[in-house]
């Protein structure tokens, strides 16, 4: 099932085919003229062609990007689209010596960022057929005066195709690597978020109260039962709205974290509330711990325990 990942990479495919016709129609004026004595350049047959390829272009990047649905189908459409209209173009322009045959790689690689190894070198085959059956047509439609310009046009085919089936094999090898690679983050990321959320309901029902501050003294998280013992306000609430004695409370533990001292013993509400505070430091799997936690207890809960 493609990801919203393919379905960016199917986006740029189809804009990067807007450029391509932009491309096709700077080559006009640049190059269509007769060259080197060989078949003149055929407008009638390359602005038609160029003009239909801008339309389609459109239409397959607007449909890119309002639907979701058949995405091996307009991928498969695309290239196919793309094959057939770069070797039209080509050999309006002159053949494969008109150095169009290069535009083969983009549904190439394409096709094989995107799809499976086997429709990416069946993608790589087709436009490699292309390719030399043009050569070979011209080839053989030449006159014996002009036999030697199309082996070199033969030759360029052949070197294209090659270059075609390489970037097919490779591109696609490290695409699925890639692929399997955002997978595996992916999970992770599950798995992750699933952790926090344990973490977050155990850490919530724990009868000792949990501060966690980060290196600059600010309160990263604190739990329910923190909250009761401080006196501070629900978790909808900022902290800075609690009273006088919960702020003075978290000023103590900031004042406590910054001494490296393990445990103090604090009192809030003027007293009424006695609170045993304990630093923990120490690290991880993944290393040193940059957060500092504070867990607090009834002191009053301690004794009776003790009893």
């Not at 030759?155 to 270059?163: D, E, K, P, T």
Request: with cysteine; net charge positive.
């Amino acid at each position: 099932t493609p990801t919203s990942s393919f379905w960016k990479s199917l986006r740029y495919l189809a804009d990067a085919r807007l450029a391509v016709t932009c491309l096709l129609l700077a080559y006009i004026p640049l190059f269509g003229r007769q060259s080197a004595g060989e078949q003149a350049f055929d407008a009638a047959v390359y602005l038609p062609a160029v003009a239909a390829y801008f339309v389609v272009a459109i239409a397959w990047a607007v449909i890119a990007r309002i639907t979701r649905r058949g995405f091996h189908v307009q991928l498969l459409g695309q290239v196919l689209v793309d094959i057939a209209v770069v070797g039209l173009v080509m050999h309006a322009a002159g053949g494969a010596r008109s150095g169009l045959g290069v535009l083969m790689l983009m549904p190439t690689a394409g096709a094989a960022i995107l799809s499976t190894p086997l429709l990416s070198l069946f993608i790589a085959a087709t436009a490699s057929l292309v390719l030399l059956g043009e050569s070979l047509w011209r080839s053989l439609q030449a006159d014996a005066t002009a036999h030697s310009g199309t082996d070199g046009g033969l030759f360029v085919a052949a070197v294209i195709s090659a270059i075609l089936f390489v970037t097919a094999v490779l591109v696609n090898r490290l695409a699925r690597r890639l692929t399997d690679q955002e997978r595996l983050a992916f999970r992770r990321g599950e798995d992750l978020r699933n952790q926090l959320a344990i973490n977050e309901l155990v850490i919530a029902e724990l009868d000792r109260g949990v501060v966690v501050f980060d290196a600059a003294g600010g309160v990263k998280g604190i739990n329910p039962t923190a909250r009761q013992m401080l006196g501070l306000p629900d978790r909808d609430v900022a902290l800075a709205a609690g009273s006088a004695a919960a702020t003075g409370a978290l000023a103590t533990l900031r004042a406590l974290v910054g001494s490296r001292q393990p445990q103090a013993d604090l009192s809030v509400g003027g007293g009424r509330s006695r609170l045993r505070a304990q630093v923990l430091s120490g690290s991880s799997r993944s290393g040193p711990l940059k957060d500092r936690v504070v867990l607090l207890e009834d002191l009053d809960r301690i004794e009776a325990r003790a009893q």
